[in-house]
């Protein structure tokens, strides 16, 4: 099976890597392969860009106004890593990054042998992310079945390969395919199923979050629950590439480290 992480590497460049991955982002472009709309506000508001000092770059979801959520495999260690906001104008601002936690089970070696695995990490930011909106976090809701409704977003690239042609927060609805379980979701385009280019994440969308419509009892409404994150992709009929199955990992068995790890930074999470 030619399943590989959605890994969020940018081409050699020349310029400092931070510099150079910001000047990749900076325009207006396509993300998630399948032509997917570009998303302002609702879930969208939430997604962040994270760059990292040797030229890589990840997606991201604000969970507390100074806390990220993100893939396990898009943090390593002795890499320096920003958060990226944009102004009015769109001009791009680096936020600090002070201290990072990847999920004390997470595997690399998992997942290059693209095995499940504790895919999972925090981001703790100096200064709040003033432009964003954190998300609500929660699990996926059982029981868990191929055909489950989901909501991917991210900042990846349109092209593969194509580092310009990332930057811009979009979203997919994708559905479950195959057994859906607590430690991976496996989606498709509902109009392609995965055998043909469709909908997707690819290179930059790893860390982006995925999101569940879930009732919110409380206020009587149906809410966008922040239930796991990207993890890797797929070409159609699980060729190497993007565009046809995008791999999530659910929060199911992470949540309670999230939170406690939120809890010892400082940064109670808010109804949890």
């Known amino acids: 099976m030619a399943i590989s992480p959605a890994t969020a590497i940018a081409a050699p460049m020349k310029l400092p890597a931070i510099t150079a991955a910001?000047?990749?982002?900076?325009s207006p472009a396509l993300a998630i392969v399948g032509?997917?709309?570009?998303?302002?506000?609702?879930?969208?508001?939430?997604v962040v860009t994270i760059v990292g000092s040797r030229g890589n770059f990840c997606s991201g979801a604000l969970i507390a106004p100074r806390l990220v959520?993100?893939?396990?495999?898009?943090?390593?260690?002795?890499?320096?890593?920003r958060i990226v906001e944009y102004d009015r104008e769109r001009k791009p601002v680096l936020k600090t990054v002070r201290r990072v936690a990847v999920h004390p089970s997470f595997s690399a070696q998992s997942i290059?042998?693209?095995?499940?695995?504790?895919?999972?990490?925090?981001?703790?930011?100096?200064?709040?992310?003033?432009?964003?909106?954190?998300?609500?976090?929660?699990?996926?809701?059982?029981?868990?079945?191929?055909?489950?409704?989901?909501?991917?977003?991210?900042?990846?690239?349109?092209?593969?390969?194509?580092?310009k042609?990332?930057?811009?927060?979009?979203?997919?609805?994708?559905?479950?395919?195959?057994?859906?379980?607590?430690l991976q979701i496996r989606l498709v385009d509902p109009k392609?199923?995965?055998?043909?280019?469709?909908?997707?994440?690819c290179t930059g969308d790893s860390g982006g979050p995925a999101?569940?419509?879930?009732?919110q009892a409380q206020a009587q409404a149906q809410v966008q629950v922040l239930i796991g994150v990207i993890s890797w992709s797929t070409g159609p009929n699980l060729a190497d590439g993007c565009g046809g199955m995008t791999g999530v990992t659910p929060l199911t068995l992470y949540r309670g480290w999230v939170v406690q790890t939120a809890r010892q930074w400082g940064m109670p999470l808010g109804g949890n």
């Open 35 to 46: 032509n997917a709309p570009a998303l302002n506000d609702g879930i969208g508001r939430s």
């Open 165 to 182: 042609s990332g930057g811009v927060v979009r979203a997919a609805s994708l559905v479950a395919t195959g057994k859906p379980g607590t």
């Open 211 to 215: 999101f569940e419509t879930q009732p």
């Open 22 to 26: 910001l000047l990749l982002l900076s």
């Open 69 to 81: 959520l993100t893939a396990g495999h898009c943090v390593q260690p002795g890499v320096d890593y």
């Open 112 to 163: 290059q042998a693209h095995r499940a695995t504790a895919d999972v990490a925090l981001l703790e930011l100096e200064a709040p992310a003033t432009e964003r909106v954190p998300a609500s976090l929660g699990v996926p809701q059982p029981p868990l079945a191929a055909g489950n409704a989901f909501t991917v977003a991210g900042i990846g690239v349109a092209l593969p390969g194509d580092g």
């Open 192 to 201: 392609t199923q995965g055998a043909k280019p469709g909908l997707g994440g």
